[in-house]
């Protein structure tokens, strides 16, 4: 039984940072990825991913340089770091883990998602 389960998120003003956390409960994973759904819109996209013990993370480009992935392995744990947030930022950000090979860039990919937290960024 795979668990995954988020906590951070939560409201900032423009320019503010928050911390995501995902810890994936059961099996270690292959990749992990935070997809972003907007309001009003019905699918997550691609923020960032990180597979296991990698030292190259991906990250969609218009949120490179600002915001950063970190493993734990020691206890399946991801952060995702966000700086410099911006309003365009705001939606619920998705944990999502993929157990085999393989892309790992469109949520069709992942095998099983955390419940969602809200990050909301006002101008």
């Known amino acids: 039984q795979v668990q995954v389960v988020e906590s951070g998120g939560g409201s900032v003003q423009a320019g503010g940072s928050l911390r995501l956390s995902c810890t994936v409960f059961?099996?270690?994973?292959?990749?992990l990825g935070w997809f972003l759904q907007a309001p009003l819109r019905n699918e997550r996209e691609f923020v960032a991913?990180?597979?296991?013990?990698?030292?190259?993370?991906v990250y969609q480009e218009y949120v490179r340089n600002r915001f950063t992935i970190s493993e734990y392995n020691a206890n399946n744990t991801v952060i995702l770091e966000m700086n410099s947030l911006r309003p365009e930022d705001t939606g619920t950000y998705y944990c999502g883990v993929k157990m085999g090979g393989g892309r790992f860039l469109y949520p069709h990919e992942y095998d099983y998602w955390g419940q969602g937290t809200q990050v909301t960024v006002s101008s």
């Open positions: 991913a990180t597979q296991w013990r990698s030292t190259a993370p």
């Open positions: 059961g099996r270690a994973y292959v990749a």
